[in-house]
C-alpha cells in the first residue's frame, strides 16, 4: 500500500474527536531498524503499553502516578513471658501515623516481626516490624528464675521482671513513644513462701508491679479505628505466681497473654496484635503474639500491587491493607 509521507514537522490532529492509531505488536516484532523517536503499542508490557526507540534501546513509557497521603501503624512482636514464677513478656513496639505522604511508582518494605518464644530458657524478645524507615522495637522478654536474666527484658515495651526481694524492682524499659516498662516483680519468704512476677509493659500502660499476694497485671494496649473498627493491640503479658493460694496476673486490654500458677498454663500473646505472653507459674512463660502493619490509603489511588499476600478490605472511600507477614507495596 503506497503511503504518502508528511513533510511537515508538525502533524495537527487537534480538531478531531477520534483516536491516533499506533502499530502495535509483541517485543518480537519490534521494528528491525528503528530510528531515535519511534513510538508504538507493546502488547507484552504492562501500565500503559508504549515504547519509544531513544536510539540505543526501547524504553517503557510508564503513567504517571501521583504522591498521595496513607496512614500507617506498624507494631513488632510481643515478648515472651519469663520460665517459672517470672515476669510477662511486653508488648510489641506500636508506632502509628497519619497522612504520610508516599510517592508513585515506589516501593516500600514490610517486615512483620515474630512473637518471642517462651519455650526458649531465656524466654526471647520479640522481633522488629518494619514499614519503610519506621522500625518499631520487639517486646522485652519476661525475667527468668534461676536463669539469667531474671530482670524483664527492654524493648517495645519491657518485660515484667522475677521477684528477687521485698521491694518490686527489676522491669524492663519501654522504648520512648513505642511502649511502656514492664512491672517489676516481688518475693515473700513468710507466711508463704511465693514468688510473683510484674506485668509486661503495654502500649498504652506500664506493666502494673506485683505485690506480696499477686502477681502484675499486663499494661493495656492501645485502641485504633484504621481498619474501620475500634480495635485495642499491643497489651502486655500478666506475670506469673509461684504459690497457688494466690492471684495470678491478667493480660493487659489488646491480647496479653494471662499468667500461670504452678498447677496452670500459661496464655500465648494473640496472634498479629504484638500482645505479650504471660509468665510461667513452674513452667515455661507463654508465646508472643506476631507483629503487625496495617496501611490504609484512598480507593482511587490503590494501586493494587502488593507482595506477601496482604488482606484487602475497603471502608468508605479508604483500601486498606492488613500484612501479617512480610512484603511489599508498590504505590
Do not use: C
Amino acid at each position: 500500500m503506497a503511503l504518502t509521507k508528511i513533510t511537515n514537522d508538525l502533524l495537527d490532529l487537534g480538531s478531531d474527536t477520534g483516536a491516533l492509531g499506533l502499530p502495535k505488536g509483541t517485543e518480537a516484532q519490534r521494528p528491525s531498524n528503528p530510528v531515535e523517536g519511534t513510538l508504538r503499542h507493546n502488547s507484552e508490557i504492562d501500565e500503559t503499553k508504549l515504547e519509544t526507540f531513544d536510539g540505543t534501546d526501547w524504553r517503557k513509557i510508564n503513567k504517571v502516578t501521583p504522591a498521595y497521603e496513607i496512614d500507617y501503624l506498624v507494631i513488632a512482636g510481643g515478648g515472651a513471658g519469663g520460665y517459672g514464677r517470672a515476669g510477662g513478656g511486653g508488648a510489641g513496639g506500636y508506632t502509628s501515623v497519619s497522612a504520610f505522604t508516599i510517592t508513585g511508582g515506589n516501593t516500600y518494605n514490610i517486615t512483620v516481626g515474630a512473637g518471642g518464644s517462651g519455650s526458649a530458657s531465656p524466654a526471647t524478645n520479640g522481633s522488629t516490624s518494619v514499614f519503610n524507615l519506621t522500625s518499631t522495637v520487639g517486646g522485652g522478654a519476661g525475667g527468668n528464675i534461676n536463669v539469667m536474666p531474671t530482670s524483664g527484658q527492654d524493648g517495645g515495651s519491657g518485660g515484667g521482671g522475677v521477684g528477687l526481694t521485698g521491694t518490686p524492682n527489676n522491669g524492663g524499659l519501654g522504648t520512648s513513644g513505642q511502649g511502656n516498662n514492664g512491672g517489676g516483680g516481688v518475693y515473700q519468704s513468710s507466711p508463704d513462701t511465693g514468688r510473683f512476677g510484674g506485668g509486661g509493659g503495654g502500649a498504652s500502660t506500664a506493666g502494673v508491679n506485683a505485690t506480696v499476694t499477686k502477681a502484675g497485671d499486663g499494661g493495656d494496649g492501645l485502641v485504633s479505628s484504621i481498619t474501620g473498627s475500634s480495635i485495642t493491640r499491643a497489651g502486655g503479658g500478666g506475670g506469673g505466681n509461684g504459690n497457688n493460694s494466690y492471684d495470678i496476673g491478667l493480660g493487659g486490654s489488646g491480647g496479653g497473654g494471662i499468667g500461670a500458677k504452678p498447677s496452670t498454663s500459661p496464655g500465648n500473646g494473640v496472634a498479629n496484635t504484638g500482645s505479650g505472653g504471660g509468665g510461667g507459674g513452674d513452667i515455661n512463660g507463654g508465646n508472643g503474639g506476631s507483629g503487625v502493619v496495617i496501611l490504609r490509603m484512598p480507593t482511587a489511588n490503590y494501586s493494587g500491587t502488593t507482595t506477601g499476600t496482604p488482606t484487602v478490605t475497603t471502608d468508605g472511600t479508604d483500601t486498606i491493607l492488613t500484612y501479617t507477614s512480610s512484603g511489599t507495596y508498590t504505590a
